[in-house]
């Protein structure tokens, strides 16, 4: 889950930095996304090579490696919302900054999900999971805010 949220706040801040640019194509920045999610896919995935190593002092397994393929990959799907919202973007349906835009609004508001789920999980009552929920969107909303204070 970490990986996940990780992965949504570094496309959060890809969209909006996209969003910012002067003429972003539809296929710059579908490729832009696309490559973004697989980097940081790739580096959990060297980051947890490396962490099993030290630990362990020796290399994964392949059933491990496999374990490691299949817990990571959700992060991937960090991706599939912008990448829909740029298609549907292509076909003409909206312009390409304001589905930009609207991915990165989306993707904090998929933070709130998160947090409140995970609030839900730890028992602690529906006030302490949309506490949680609006603290991680909080973060996603700071990312956005810093972008767009920054520019491009």
């Known amino acids: 889950m970490k990986e996940r949220i990780y992965a949504t706040i570094t496309i959060t801040a890809v969209t909006v930095a996209l969003s910012e640019t002067a003429h972003p194509a539809h296929l710059e920045s579908a490729l832009t996304v696309a490559v973004t999610a697989l980097g940081v896919w790739l580096a959990t995935l060297v980051a947890d090579e490396q962490s099993h190593r030290a630990l362990t002092g020796r290399g994964a397994t392949l059933g491990e490696i496999r374990a490691a393929l299949y817990v990571s990959s959700p992060l991937l799907l960090s991706a599939v919302g912008p990448l829909v919202l740029i298609g549907v973007s292509a076909l003409g349906v909206l312009e390409l900054d304001a589905a930009l835009l609207l991915s990165a609004v989306l993707a904090a ?30 973060i996603g909303m700071a990312v956005i805010a810093v972008k767009l204070l920054v520019g491009p």
Request: proline share 3%; glycine share 16%; aromatic share 10%.
């Open 109 to 138: 508001a998929s933070l709130f999900v998160w947090g409140w789920r995970t609030g839900l999980r730890m028992g602690n009552g529906p006030l302490s999971a949309v506490v949680s929920g609006i603290v991680d969107t909080l």
